[in-house]
């Protein structure tokens, strides 16, 4: 079993996290370089954080290996149905401010939700595809970052059922059996690492709507700025991204409670050393 050598076509989605890094890694070790045909590609949607595009400049020149990084530039028919134009940009004037993200939301004038995933579905699957396409190939395989202890997002993605006209799904770190553990003994060895805490759930879009509440108003402690451009989408479109409550001016505002709280623990805490637990410990 070689489950990193690759043969193209193939689009080697590259996230920009550890995981998908250290996959890239092993795919060119094992080839000894790039396969022929065979691209790898990072979609920005310009949420992403900076240490996040850092890591994917540095593995990129560590490695000597042609990253693409592609943004979404509009929809083909400029229905939200049709297929999507993409740029291709690098690492100095990819976008920052999440421009990707927000042109797609007033394109499809409505805000993705955790139903409606619109923006995997266009800033990341189809801006990828259609890159792809633009090299002229018409089916590829679609090599992802999913390890064997995401069983849920491996059955999901070898579904028979499943559409794969944006690629085949290949999962090489899922049938090396490789679990989070080895991702991180992995960079441990490595001269250089993602600057995101492995436990953090920092990585993608920085204040992502599946991510989970607690994880977002911890974020938001120590940033409360990230929430202004969440912010801004909910009231352009007079929307949420999630059904359920809170609006991100709700999150931020409980973040701005907490971060008080936590001022005042540790000010009690010079003269009593019995302080509250912070509440992201639940
Ligand atoms: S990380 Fe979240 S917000 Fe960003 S594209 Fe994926 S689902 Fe959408």
Known sequence: MKPYVIEGPAQICFSGGRTSAFMLHQILAANEGLPPDCHVTFENTGKERPQTLDFIEECALRWSVPVHWLEWDGF????????????EVNFHNAARHGEPFAAMIN???MLPN???????????????SAF????????????????????????????PARDNTSGVPLLPLATADVSKRDILDFWKRQPFDL???PQGDLGNCDLCF??????????LINEPERAVWWIEQET??????????????DLLRAADFYRRQLSLAFEEEDGDSSVTDCYCGD
Not at 236 to 249: A, E, L, N, Q
Request: aromatic share 8%; net charge positive; proline share 7%.
């Open 107 to 109: 394109a499809s004038t």
């Open 114 to 128: 955790p139903v409606k995933r619109m923006c995997t579905i266009n800033l990341k699957i189809r801006t990828g």
């Open 132 to 159: 792809m396409r633009s090299l002229g190939f018409r089916e590829w395989d679609s090599v992802m970052g999913i390890r064997a202890d995401e069983p849920l997002r491996v059955a999901r993605m070898r579904d």
């Open 195 to 197: 600057a995101l805490d």
């Open 236 to 249: 352009k479109r007079s929307g949420t991204f999630r059904k359920d409550p809170p609006h991100y001016r």
């Open 210 to 219: 599946l991510k989970a509440r607690y994880k977002l108003v911890r974020a």
């Open 76 to 87: 083909l028919e400029g229905e939200p149905q049709s297929r999507p134009c993409f740029r």
